[in-house]
T-cell receptor, first 117, second 114 residues
Framework: SQQGEEDPQALSIQEGENATMNCSYKTSINNLQWYRQNSGRGLVHLILIRSNEREKHSGRLRVTLDTSKKSSSLLITASRAADTASYFCATGSPSFMFSGGYNKLIFGAGTRLAVHP | EAQVTQNPRYLITVTGKKLTVTCSQNMNHEYMSWYRQDPGLGLRQIYYSMNVEVTDKGDVPEGYKVSRKEKRNFPLILESPSPNQTSLYFC?????????????FGPGTRLTVT
């Protein structure tokens, strides 16, 4: 079951510009994570934001979370060509949402970001 | 170096020929998981394991088997592969099974079933 949906599906910008990607989800969450994937390679964890947090920073990354709108955004400032990748949000829901007590991490389909020199 | 390794990285096989994709992690993680990635569908979980000898189905388990006899290894077995199992497969591990832990991913195995 797909929980998070990223928007836009693809984004093309010039180096130095900011890139903003959005993630919307349907059910209650206890945290939301963002991952990056270079073409055909494994995902790399970028940042985790908990449901009681509104904003988090890590280097050039800024993540916001609005639980009332069930949405999150990932902002990459001063983008570089090396930021070219796909970016995925992944939501973790409270244990009562799923049987067996295991809290799943559900990934969206991703945003493909291309940063041109 | 802390890592998750998968083998093989690329595999082309024929329908019905049993295959195993290996996954190993050196971080002493309790939790391991297999995903498949298909265009437009994101990552979908196949199976997961909370610890040795503890495994359970994810969202798309049909046609797959797993085992967890050692903490570091979590092989994915396709007993009778079919073309609809052509996909990019990722193994992942984390410290624990709670979804607030970051997951560490392997480099992926691209499988083609003809």
């Amino acid at each position: 079951s797909q929980q998070g949906e990223e928007d836009p599906q693809a984004l093309s910008i010039q180096e130095g510009e900011n890139a903003t990607m959005n993630c919307s989800y349907k059910t209650s969450i206890n945290n939301l994570q963002w991952y990056r994937q270079n073409s055909g390679r494994g995902l790399v964890h970028l940042i985790l934001i908990r449901s009681n947090e509104r904003e988090k920073h890590s280097g050039r990354l800024r993540v916001t979370l609005d639980t009332s709108k069930k949405s999150s955004s990932l902002l990459i400032t001063a983008s570089r060509a090396a930021d070219t990748a796909s970016y995925f949000c992944a939501t973790g829901s409270p244990s009562f949402m799923f049987s067996g007590g295991y809290n799943k991490l559900i990934f969206g389909a991703g945003t493909r970001l291309a940063v041109h020199p | 170096e802390a890592q998750v390794t998968q083998n093989p990285r690329y595999l082309i096989t024929v329908t019905g020929k049993k295959l195993t994709v290996t996954c190993s992690q050196n971080m002493n993680h309790e939790y391991m998981s297999w995903y498949r990635q298909d265009p437009g569908l994101g990552l979908r979980q196949i199976y997961y394991s909370m610890n040795v000898e503890v495994t359970d189905k994810g969202d798309v388990p049909e046609g797959y088997k797993v085992s967890r006899k050692e903490k570091r290894n979590f092989p994915l077995i396709l007993e009778s592969p079919s073309p609809n199992q052509t996909s990019l497969y990722f193994c992942a591990s984390s410290v624990g099974g709670h979804n607030s832990y970051e997951q560490y991913f392997g480099p992926g195995t691209r499988l083609t079933v003809t």
